[in-house]
Nanobody
Framework: QVQLVESGGGLVQAGGSLKLSCSASGRPGGRYAMGWFRQGPGTEREFVAHITWNGGVTHYGASVKGRFTVSRDNAENTVYLQMNSLKPDDTAVYYC????????????????????WGQGTQVTVSS
């Protein structure tokens, strides 16, 4: 089992920045692909970002590309999401997820690819 815990959410004004963290435990190394998703009120979970196990390749959803940056520190078993130029539409619960037993190649934008999920952290952006 892998446990994922997000942190760093909060309330910011439009144009501000936040940095989210996702700490993994229960399995050493963090050698698996990770994703970030978000879910606003009354919406389905939306793909935000993906990073390969070694951090070599990243992908972003169209709505956040150019503003968000995903990175990881495998020595600390932690994945980060740096969010800049935040907009009110970014308001959502943000979840990190891990591909532990899934395929090495798949559609990283889809929730079914991910085996483990964190509990989420709330990000609220005021206008």
């Amino acid at each position: 089992q892998v446990q994922l815990v997000e942190s760093g959410g909060g309330l910011v004004q439009a144009g501000g920045s936040l940095k989210l963290s996702c700490s993994a435990s229960g399995r050493p190394g963090g050698r698996y692909a990770m994703g970030w998703f978000r879910q606003g009120p009354g919406t389905e979970r939306e793909f935000v970002a993906h990073i390969t196990w070694n951090g070599g390749v990243t992908h972003y959803g169209a709505s956040v590309k150019g503003r968000f940056t995903v990175s990881r520190d495998n020595a600390e078993n932690t994945v980060y999401l740096q969010m800049n130029s935040l907009k009110p539409d970014d308001t959502a619960v943000y979840y990190c997820a891990a591909v532990v037993n899934g395929p090495s190649h798949g559609d990283y934008t889809q929730t079914y690819l991910y085996d483990y999920w964190g509990q989420g952290t709330q990000v609220t952006v005021s206008s």
